[in-house]
């Protein structure tokens, strides 16, 4: 074996190995749906307060909720279906949403009933709890800029702890649609075309 | 000047296609026929080939199912197949010392 051959074959290995690495793009549609949900969310509840609803506001929460865990499930699972790899940043970042989307479960149903957090601050901690995962996201994916645009969630945190309710809206949506939307655009974009969007040929 | 013994190199395993197979699966879960094919810009018939022939050395498993009428293939690097690329690896490792160690002498 000549100093070519190894040369070439280790090429082989960094270049396949590399773009395995890169194959983020199954949690692209993640993000998006659960940007789109959570703006839908927020304004179904807005709306409802708005208009002094508020019999209505906490089982309309609990359905959209339950509409969207069962969409996000669908759409996660046909994602990972149809995508030509599965890594294991792919899992462990489907795992970290799992484990955010908990967390916000107990913010938003559980702790105001049990009087530990106020009404108020569901908002707050809930772009807190975005800006951890959107944060680990750029990590995990090697996108620092994810990382960085996640610091839109504290910021927007902080905006929405400073101003009163119908501007708290309005920032939670902007944050939605930079801190989410975005991101889950970008690595879209980062999909390195694969067979994940190909007929199956395979005739073995 | 008595020459190096130099290991001798799995064939299954260095196969270039095969290779990159490998690399791809041990980076991964599992990759399916379309992946595998686009990224080693394979032919059907050929990437079959040489996934069937890493199957009976028992280095990978294949999955085949059905996603509603259409087929998906899946392929899984096994615990055989990891420590047969680790050797590789190593192999190759102990090649290119001894090509640094053959330069060196050289100057």
Redesign the interface.
């Given at each position: 074996?000549?100093?070519e051959e190894?040369r070439?074959?280790?090429a082989?290995?960094r270049?396949?190995?590399d773009?395995?690495?890169k194959?983020t793009a199954e949690s692209a549609p993640l993000f998006i749906y659960m940007g789109v949900a959570s703006v839908v969310f927020v304004l179904a509840v807005s709306l409802l307060e708005l208009k002094g609803l508020f019999r209505l506001v906490r089982p309309v929460m609990i359905g959209l909720t339950l509409i969207n865990a069962v969409a996000g499930g669908l759409i996660v699972g046909r994602a990972i279906?149809r995508?030509?790899?599965?890594?294991?940043s792919g899992?462990v970042l489907i795992s970290l949403w799992v484990a955010c989307s908990a967390i916000l479960l107990l913010i938003t149903f559980v702790l105001p009933v049990l009087g530990a957090i106020p009404a108020g601050a569901i908002g707050i901690l809930a772009a807190m709890i975005f800006g951890i995962g959107m944060f680990m996201t750029g990590v995990i994916c090697e996108m620092p800029r994810i990382s960085w645009i996640s610091l839109v969630w504290p910021a927007a945190a902080l905006a929405m702890a400073a101003v009163q309710s119908p501007w708290r809206i309005g920032i939670m949506i902007a944050a939605i649609a930079v801190g989410f939307i975005m991101p889950g655009i970008w690595l879209g974009g980062q999909k390195i075309?694969?067979?994940?969007d190909?007929?199956?040929?395979?005739?073995? | 000047m008595k020459k190096p013994i130099?290991p001798e190199?799995d064939p299954i395993v260095?196969a270039?296609a095969r290779?990159?197979i490998l690399?791809?699966l041990?980076?991964?879960?599992?990759?399916?026929?379309?992946?595998?094919?686009?990224?080693l810009d394979a032919t059907?018939?050929n990437l079959?080939t040489h996934?069937?022939r890493l199957e009976a050395a028992g280095l990978i498993t294949?999955e085949?199912t059905f996603?509603g009428k259409?087929?998906?293939?899946r392929c899984v690097i096994t615990q055989k197949g990891r420590r047969a690329f680790l050797k590789h690896?190593d192999r190759?490792e102990i090649?290119?010392n001894e090509?640094k160690s053959a330069g060196l002498k050289k100057k």
């Open positions: 074996m000549n100093p190894i070439q074959e280790l082989v290995i270049n396949m190995i773009r395995t690495r194959q279906r995508s030509g790899v599965t890594t294991y899992r075309k694969s067979g994940a190909c007929e199956e040929t395979d005739p073995a | 130099l190199l260095h270039p290779l990159a690399s791809i041990i980076s991964a879960e599992s990759a399916g026929f379309n992946y595998l094919k686009e990224a059907d018939g079959s996934l069937s294949i085949k996603e259409k087929p998906s293939t690896l190759l090649f290119v090509a």
